[in-house]
């Protein structure tokens, strides 16, 4: 509401706004770029900027004599507002996949299970006087879900039988 109107003020904060988003947008693609893990970060960005442009297209601006109606001359204005709402829906829902397919990608892999993801954290499971080579699943008091490296299955097993954990994996060192 601020950049609207002809004044001095107005037209001075639209064009610095208008300027500033392209350092953004530069930066966006730079990183997506340079990394694959923000490739969707490019992609959001580019969805979201053509679905702003199509809104400002969309809109009615008398002062410049543009009235992009894109139905029939003759289609009434609640018919036009109906077309408006269902193209809304079909472009949120494109934009909704897009986001959960690029996050079952890129992130959700990268978060452990015992966070909710499906990063398999490996570890060595000491059990009475053996030790197994595992990938763990899921822990809880009464079981260990976990895949066995040797095997390449899936096994359960009960918390009482096992001594204690050591993940292989940790950054800081193994943990118990």
């Known amino acids: 509401m601020y950049s609207e109107g002809a004044s001095w003020s107005a ?4 064009s610095f706004l208008r300027v500033s988003s392209i350092p953004m947008v530069i930066v966006t693609l730079f990183i ?3 990394n694959p893990d923000f490739s969707s970060v490019v992609k959001a960005s580019t969805y979201f900027f053509f679905g702003l ?4 297209l969309r809109q009615e601006d008398q002062r410049h004599g543009i009235n992009p109606d894109y139905l029939h001359p003759n289609t009434e ?3 036009q507002d109906i077309f408006t709402v269902f ?5 949120i829902s494109f934009v909704a996949w897009t986001i959960v ?3 079952v990608d ?3 892999p990268k978060i452990p299970v015992a966070l909710g993801g499906s990063e398999l954290e490996p570890a060595n499971i000491y059990s009475n006087s053996s030790v197994i080579d595992s990938k763990i699943i899921q822990e809880s008091d009464d079981w260990i879900l976990y895949i066995n490296i040797e095997t390449n299955e899936v096994e359960k097993l009960k918390s009482g039988v096992v001594q204690k954990i050591i993940y292989v994996g940790a950054v800081d060192g193994p943990n118990q």
């Not at 037209?11 to 639209?14: A, G, P, T, V, Y």
């Not at 442009?53 to 400002?56: D, E, R």
Request: proline share 0%; glycine share 16%; hydrophobic share 45%.
């Open 53 to 56: 442009l199509g809104l400002g």
């Open 106 to 108: 890129a992130i959700y």
């Open 101 to 103: 397919s690029n996050y």
């Open 77 to 79: 204005e609640k018919h």
């Open 11 to 14: 037209r001075f904060l639209r």
């Open 87 to 91: 193209f809304g829906i079909i472009a």
């Open 32 to 34: 997506g770029w340079n």
